[in-house]
């Protein structure tokens, strides 16, 4: 059967240029069972979807997390427009399948990991398998009734996963993994891998719909076979690894880093896209990661003051911070910093608490968002409850927006705006910051991009 897998792209996230690697998972699995697959990538693609359509698929997939839900929806409108099967999935379908199914132009819903899902869907399609018997699937009733199957358990010998179909998505035109690592070489032939799925940590503001709340770990081997495969045959010149906590086993970690080493894979450079849990580390640890290729790590800072932090579930200390970018440092990495303003609890006092640590720590990179209340996480549930939800629709969920998505007593949107272009200001705009970029080769070489990010941070 030939089978379309299509990520789309919204106006809220034109600077999303990374890799869809969930796509590529499903890609893998059903090329693995036999089947003709293509990958359509909105944010990349030069061709009209229409064109794509038309040369004829008897099951289109589309993956959708809450922002993307709407352009998902009129994807599955241009398919089912030619007849085709369609079935979503991905974090928000996950969430509310309901709401997707009451869509004419939805057929099926793919909830939580969907490898072995999606390929018994085409099963199904070839007159082998019937709806009811698929895990994980949520479908309607000839009366439009929806049906939702039982859960799919989580997967847990993700050493038996192909690696994803990379040769299906076109590479070159990626550049670089971002917004969310800004890769270390804008012309970089980059890739992703994720070594493990799924995070045990409860923080209120995240959603872990599809992965879960179970750790689930890549053996060393399987891990380094993929690298290898990334380096040699597909020629990666970058590598972002993407796991919410790569390093929950530290000694783990550490059998990766020495695995690169040995077989002389350390010679492409490589980056925490995530943030690394600041306490499931040590020493040694960033040293070996330096070593092995590793030239920039990213830290879940989120807040400055401890109060916040214990709030928000977060589970680790300032001091535990401090003792992070202090290692990392000392190992010669860059480091970057992911800051988060305005959650529950928070004054002018404790977002002033993030914007003094963050220049304390002064980290590469640092990234500050406003807080965003996605569905099925505990911040939501919080703001439905005690606040005032600001965004009017779900493109307004997006989480590098410039505008606050909720107000909760004194946390006004004006207050976390302000100190939002404040910590922005404050930490990019520092004279030593200033005269280091300014001196900096590499600025000048990718001047266009830091003058178009001044204008974004400074609010013109």
């Not at 799924?198 to 209120?204: E, L, R, T």
Request: aromatic share 8%.
């Amino acid at each position: 059967m030939r089978v379309l897998l299509v990520s789309p792209k919204s106006s809220a996230w034109t600077s999303r240029r990374h890799l869809p690697l969930g796509l590529g998972y499903l890609a893998a699995a059903l090329e693995q069972a036999g089947h003709v697959v293509a990958i359509y990538d909105a944010t990349v693609e030069d061709e009209p979807l229409d064109a794509v359509l038309d040369q004829g698929f008897d099951l289109v997939g589309v993956s959708a997390v809450t922002p993307l839900i709407y352009e998902a929806w009129d994807v599955a409108a241009q398919a089912k427009a030619r007849g085709t099967i369609t079935i979503l999935g991905g974090p928000h379908l996950t969430l509310m399948p309901d709401e997707s199914l009451a869509q004419p132009q939805v057929d099926l819903v793919a909830r939580g990991e969907a490898e072995d899902t999606i390929v018994e869907v085409v099963e199904h399609l070839a007159g082998q398998r019937d709806l009811s018997g698929i895990l994980g699937l949520s479908y309607k009733q000839a009366d439009g009734t929806a049906v939702h199957n039982p859960q799919r358990p989580l997967r847990k010998d993700l050493d038996n996963l192909p690696f994803p179909a990379h040769h299906l998505f076109k590479i070159e035109r990626y550049a670089n993994l971002q917004p969310l690592t800004d890769g270390l070489d804008p012309h970089a032939r980059a890739f992703s891998i994720i070594t493990s799925r799924g995070c045990p940590y409860q923080c209120i503001y995240c959603s872990k719909a599809v992965t879960g709340n179970t750790w689930r770990p890549r053996s060393p081997e399987n891990v380094v076979a993929e690298w290898r495969w990334l380096v040699q045959d597909l020629h990666a010149t970058e590598i972002g690894v993407t796991d919410d906590v790569m390093t929950l086993n530290v000694d783990r970690a550490k059998d990766i880093c020495r695995r690169l080493i040995a077989e002389g894979l350390n010679t492409v450079p490589w980056i925490t896209v995530h943030g690394m849990r600041v306490n499931n580390a040590d020493a040694e640890l960033f040293q070996l990661m330096k070593q092995a290729g590793c030239k920039r790590v990213g830290f879940g800072v989120e807040s400055g003051n401890q109060h916040v932090l214990d709030y928000m579930k977060k589970r680790q200390t300032i001091d535990e911070v401090r003792q992070a970018f202090q290692w990392a440092k000392a190992a010669g990495l860059q480091t970057m910093g992911f800051f988060i303003l305005g959650l529950p609890t928070e004054t002018e006092s404790t977002m002033e608490d993030t914007i003094r640590l963050a220049l304390e720590l002064d980290p590469d990179l640092g990234n500050f968002m406003m807080a965003a209340p996605f569905p099925g996480t505990e911040l939501y549930d919080i703001v439905q409850r005690e606040g005032r939800l600001l965004d009017h629709s779900w493109t307004d969920a997006a989480i590098h927006d410039e505008r606050a998505h909720y107000e909760m007593g004194d946390l006004t949107a004006e207050l976390v705006e302000r100190k939002w272009h404040q910590a922005y200001r404050r930490f990019y705009m520092r004279p030593s910051r200033v005269w280091r970029k300014a001196t900096s080769l590499e600025t000048w070489r990718h001047l266009p991009r830091y003058v178009t990010d001044v204008r974004r941070f400074l609010g013109f």
